[in-house]
């Protein structure tokens, strides 16, 4: 049911408590975008990590200025301190807590990044007939960090995190020409074929999600992931840091269909 | 020096006997096709074969009617006749003889087809800074018969032929993205990796070709190939018919890069 919702009415649930999930698979089709917020001493030099990274951190949309929390270019009345179901949050790199709201953490140089998510390209793809194993097996993609590091920008640098998807070779090659429609939500695939050349020594083990069933004949195949900006602060350690909770993203107005580039 | 003639010198140097040879990489920039001459009675089928295998068999030309051997839509003053250094004759699906020129062979009857080959997409991977282990190895691209059927069309059935360039995962996945833009020459691969499953048991012993290096790391990747149609004619057997010699292709005026679709 969630599914018809738009994003305006899922992101005042949201606002008033009436939603608490992860937002999968709701208001069909249009873009969920990862959240990062960092004070103005930050930004500049975070801003410049995406630039220069766009495949694992695609930028959508920021705040117009420091302090501002309302977000109209991604969406009607979308007020980024209210309208994630569940925000983490960060002091000196250490995550001290999840809340269901900041507006009480607000600041006045506080800037809003939102990255575009796996969940548009896995729209695509599922709209295409195309088999999401994670999806079917009810379970969060698998991902993993690898040897690919980041181009490093001020504080912020580490190595690239990949989200896997297992898929028979003429699936790969259909993906491969769909995802690349979509390069502000991660792309084309980083990688596909042998996990080791790219510093996975075991499938079956990832760092963050869950491990997925991969059938004989099937080519794991490695997206570009959101992950990586989380690792990155935490790495940087900035002062302050609030992010949304893993599938807990910012649904916007955006439709997915106008991300697509051809 | 070949390479920076155009299309129409080229073709006339053909017609003199000053140019004998195969045409790979000559007139760079201008797509070159396979050649497909049949009698009416066959015509209509092999039409139908191509438009149901797009893929193997990406039709870019034919003759306006039966009986006419020059194609104005594929190149000036192109007589289908005298503009390819080798075309070999076949009766009953026998491969008879191998000329220079089919003049006096000429019927009323005869329509011509001309299909997009791989040369088109080489030069476009080559151009991106791929590698392409058969231009780097000086020998021809190792192709193979398929357990991919094609959808028969009147007598005209058979496998699916495919090339093999072996390539890095990165490499292969730009390379999916650079061919999907080229779908009149064989477009996007149809298969990587495992060669087992689409029925070749030895990736090297090729079936036409030569065998190239496949280097650790390295995946196969395998695209429809222009062979296919060749097969389907020798299965078909019909009274008559004229192809090129493999290699030795038909130099059209058409721009390579006019042949991108986005």
């Given at each position: 049911?969630?599914?018809?919702k ?30 990062v ?6 930004a500049?030099d ?29 969406g009607e ?5 209210t309208?994630?179901p569940k925000?983490?949050?960060y ?9 269901p709201?900041?507006?009480a ?12 998510c ?5 729209e ?7 088999e999401?194993r ?7 993609v ?11 920008a001020?504080?912020?640098?580490g ?5 896997m998807?297992p898929m028979?070779?003429?699936?790969v ?6 995802c690349?429609r979509?390069?502000s939500?991660?792309?084309?695939p980083?990688?596909?074929g ?18 997925v ?6 080519l ?6 959101g992950v990586t900006?989380q ?8 002062s302050?840091c609030?992010?949304?909770?893993p599938?807990h993203?910012?649904?916007t107005?955006?439709a997915?269909?106008r991300?697509a580039?051809f």
């Amino acid at each position: 049911m969630y599914s018809d919702k738009s994003p305006l009415q899922i992101r005042q649930m949201i606002r008033r408590g009436e939603f608490q999930g992860n937002t999968s698979g709701v208001a069909a089709g249009f873009v969920q975008g990862n959240l990062v917020i960092l004070p103005k001493d930050y930004a500049g030099d975070f801003l410049q990590f995406c630039q220069l990274n766009p495949k694992p951190c695609p930028l959508i949309g920021m705040s117009e200025r420091p302090g501002r929390f309302m977000l109209p270019s991604l969406g009607e009345d979308l007020n980024i301190c209210t309208d994630i179901p569940k925000y983490r949050v960060y002091r000196d790199g250490e995550l001290i807590k999840e809340l269901p709201d900041v507006s009480a953490l607000w600041r006045d140089d506080l800037v809003t990044f939102v990255l575009g998510c796996s969940f548009s390209f896995e729209e695509a793809l599922l709209a295409d007939g195309l088999e999401i194993r994670n999806i079917s097996e009810g379970v969060n993609v698998p991902m993993y960090r690898t040897n690919i590091p980041c181009k490093p920008a001020g504080c912020f640098s580490g190595d690239t995190v990949v989200s896997m998807r297992p898929m028979k070779a003429a699936d790969v090659i259909r993906a491969i020409q769909i995802c690349s429609r979509f390069p502000s939500v991660h792309g084309a695939p980083l990688h596909l074929g042998d996990p080791t050349e790219i510093g996975i020594e075991d499938i079956d083990k990832p760092d963050f999600g869950d491990a997925v069933t991969i059938k004989e004949g099937e080519l794991p195949v490695f997206w570009a992931c959101g992950v990586t900006p989380q690792v990155a602060i935490e790495q940087a350690k900035p002062s302050f840091c609030i992010t949304h909770s893993p599938g807990h993203m910012i649904v916007t107005d955006l439709a997915n269909s106008r991300l697509a580039i051809f």
